[in-house]
């Protein structure tokens, strides 16, 4: 069985299973599932897609480049500032460890801690909606926030890098 996205399955019958199947990622490519002896393909199946959508999700989050930070900054910048915002570029950083984040007013260039590429997306964005506004309040004013909080999700996302161990940037 091969799947569309690159995935090769391999699965492995034990007759010591009985109702558990496990799905585990060898070798690069290739989806080990073990599963119990009693069960057809076409039992498995639905486990199987299951299974294989998980490991997708994995890796299309390793693969978030710079290309799609930018398309996700645009798309925020169109949700959340009227599309009205302009910078130089936006990218993914190794730099800072503790840092989620950082904004350049003057060269307009915006910096993503590559610790977030597999973060939960909805704590990305606010990230992302954090750097912009900078773009046009350097610093944690009141009305910063004021931006901000557009991003309905800004509490939680903010309680969510704490917990990463993020600190704020200032
Ligand atoms: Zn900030």
């Not at 290309?67 to 302009?86: A, I, P, S, V, W």
Request: charge should be positive; glycine fraction near 6%.
């Amino acid at each position: 069985m091969s799947a569309d996205d690159g995935f090769q399955v391999r699965i492995i019958r034990s007759k010591k299973r009985r109702k558990t199947i496990s799905g585990k990622l060898v070798e690069g490519n290739v989806v080990e599932i073990r599963a119990p002896a009693s069960m057809s393909d076409e039992e498995l199946r639905p486990f199987i897609e299951r299974i294989l959508k998980g490991f997708r999700r994995d890796r299309g989050k390793e693969k978030l480049s710079d290309e799609d930070l930018e398309e996700r900054t645009k798309r925020l910048n169109k949700k959340y500032f009227g599309g009205k915002l302009r910078w130089s570029s936006v990218r993914w950083s190794t730099r800072q460890d503790k840092i989620f984040g950082s904004c350049t007013p003057d060269s307009r260039t915006i910096r993503i801690s590559y610790r977030l590429a597999k973060a939960p997306t909805w704590v990305l964005d606010y990230v992302i909606v954090h750097e912009l506004a900078h773009l046009l309040e350097p610093n944690h004013s009141k009305r910063f926030w004021g931006l901000v909080n557009r991003y309905p999700l800004t509490e939680r996302a903010r309680g969510y890098l704490i917990a990463l161990g993020f600190i704020d940037e200032e």
